[in-house]
Structures are given as C-alpha cells and as structure tokens.
C-alpha cells in the first residue's frame, strides 16, 4: 500500500530545503542593489533618503521583475501539463476535497465566487468520511495521521459505474482544467503524475519564491516615515 504519509513528509522537508535556497537567492537580489552605508532593508528611512530609494527599487524589482518572471515559468509549467492526457482513473470525481463545508461553499458561491460555484454544480457531499475511505483509504489515511484541519469530502454523481462523465459536454471549467495546480495533491493513479513529478521541483522554488516576496512586501516599511 502506497504511504503517502511518508510521501507528505519527504515533500515538507523538500520544500524546507527549496525554501532556504529561494531566500538566499532572493536576499542576494536585494543586496546586489543596497546603496553604501545603508542599514537592514527592513529598517525605517525617511522619504527620499538612500534607504528609501533601495526599498522602492526592490519592491519595483519584485512586482515588474521577478514576479513577471515567476509568472511566466508557472504558465510554461501549465502549457507543458498539455502533453500529458487523463487516463479516466475517475478518482478525482468521487473524492474531492475542500476546507469548506456545502453551507460555507453556498456563501461563497452567492458572492461570487466563481469557484465555489462550479464545484457546488457538479459535487455533493459523501454522507460520511467511512463512504469517502472506500475511493481512495490510503489519502484519508494520510489526513488523519497528519491531523489536517477540517477537510470535505465530496463526489460527483455525474460520474457512471464506467468511469465516465455523463455530462462531458456541458462539465464546467474546472472539471476541464483539472489538474490547474502543480502543488496540489493527485492520485498515483492520475494521468498527469508525471507531470508532476517532472514539475515539482520548479514549482515548490516559484511557490517559495512568491511566499518570500510576500514577506519582504509585507515587512518593508515603506510608509512609516
Ligand atoms: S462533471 Fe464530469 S468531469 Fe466533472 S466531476 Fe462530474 S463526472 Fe467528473
Ligand atoms: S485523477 Fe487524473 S487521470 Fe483520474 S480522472 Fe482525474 S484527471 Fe483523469
């Protein structure tokens, strides 16, 4: 039986190590342009001193250099998932999951959100989690010895004994994009396992990437003084 207890905890300690060398990179970045006598990017610096213009260049750096960079790579991973194809396993319509329940998914979806919408036309929930272990035992396994917050299960009763869609045609845009995020979860199963494994690597660096990038805009005290 596949442990994917094991398989988590091998990605976590993946990413820790991403993560380290992701900062450093970045750090070095942000280096590479501080002015002379200047202290600690995350200082406060009056308007129009040199600290203050090295804080404005590397949050300018991030937005129109790095993270274009960045966003360009995660498309090219998405194009790439195009020479992969789905194999009709069926798995990820009898067993989705969300953080939310089918009342806090009908908020959502009543303002607006799009996603939140489309799952909740096409998913049900499973009557108990009992009913969800028989589609995949060894995932629900996994997230209950990791004790993840409150999970969801929910399944498609679109789908038919065969593992077919009886509303191909009309199956909404998230059943088309599936899988859109190279970080989320997918059955061993799934056509497009090996897509990716292929891309993880890349896609844990741009994800820490973007993660640090958010702590650097959101410790920068740009207007403070
Ligand atoms: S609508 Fe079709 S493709 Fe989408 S989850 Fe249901 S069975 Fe699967
Ligand atoms: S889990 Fe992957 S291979 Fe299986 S039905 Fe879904 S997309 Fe297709």
Not at 12 to 38: C, H
Not at 140 to 165: A, G, Q, S, T, W
Request: hydrophobic share 30%.
């Amino acid at each position: 039986m596949e442990d994917l207890t094991v398989s988590i905890k091998n990605l976590r300690q993946k990413y820790r190590e991403i993560f380290k060398t992701s900062a450093e990179e970045l750090e070095k970045r942000v280096n590479d342009i501080k002015p002379e006598g200047v202290g600690d990017i995350f200082d406060a610096y009056p308007i129009g001193s040199p600290g203050r213009l090295w804080q404005d260049s590397v949050l300018k750096m991030f937005d129109e250099d790095i993270c274009r960079e960045i966003f360009r790579k995660w498309n090219e991973i998405l194009a790439y998932r195009k020479e992969f194809s789905c194999n009709g396993c069926g798995t990820c319509c009898r067993l989705a999951c969300s953080e939310f329940s089918p009342e806090e998914l009908k908020i959502k979806a009543e303002h607006g959100d799009n996603f939140a919408n489309q799952f909740l036309s096409v998913f049900i929930p499973y009557e108990s989690k009992e009913q969800a272990k028989q589609v995949y035992p060894e995932y629900i396994e996994m997230l209950e010895k990791n004790k993840e917050d409150k999970v969801y299960f929910y399944h498609c009763p679109k789908l038919n004994d065969c593992n077919r869609c009886t509303d191909y045609d009309n199956r909404p845009q998230i059943c088309r994009d599936f899988p859109d995020n190279p970080l989320a979860f997918l059955p061993k199963s799934c056509g497009f396992e090996q897509w990716k494994q292929e891309i993880e690597p890349v896609a844990l660096m741009l994800h820490s990437m973007l993660e640090i990038i958010e702590y650097y805009k959101n410790h920068i005290p740009v207007r403070t003084l």
